[in-house]
């Protein structure tokens, strides 16, 4: 099965599936949406804690490290 050859790809087309099914879901209900999440969070007590984490999580992943 090529699926299972690529395991990262898929986790990253299903995390990014369930993302636009929330967004889908938040906009047709009124619930907050992701980008309002986030820009609630960064005016928050922690400041913009997410995002660094965000930031933090994209270079561990993301880094060559040659």
Not at 29 to 35: A, C, D, F, I, R
């Amino acid at each position: 099965m090529v699926l299972s050859s690529r395991p990262a790809e898929v986790a990253w087309v299903v995390a990014l599936a369930l993302l636009l099914l929330y967004e889908g879901w938040a906009l047709q209900t009124g619930q907050m949406t992701l980008s309002r999440f986030v820009w609630t969070v960064q005016r928050g007590q922690y400041g913009p804690l997410l995002p660094f984490l965000v930031g933090l999580l994209c270079g561990h992943f993301f880094w060559s490290g040659n």
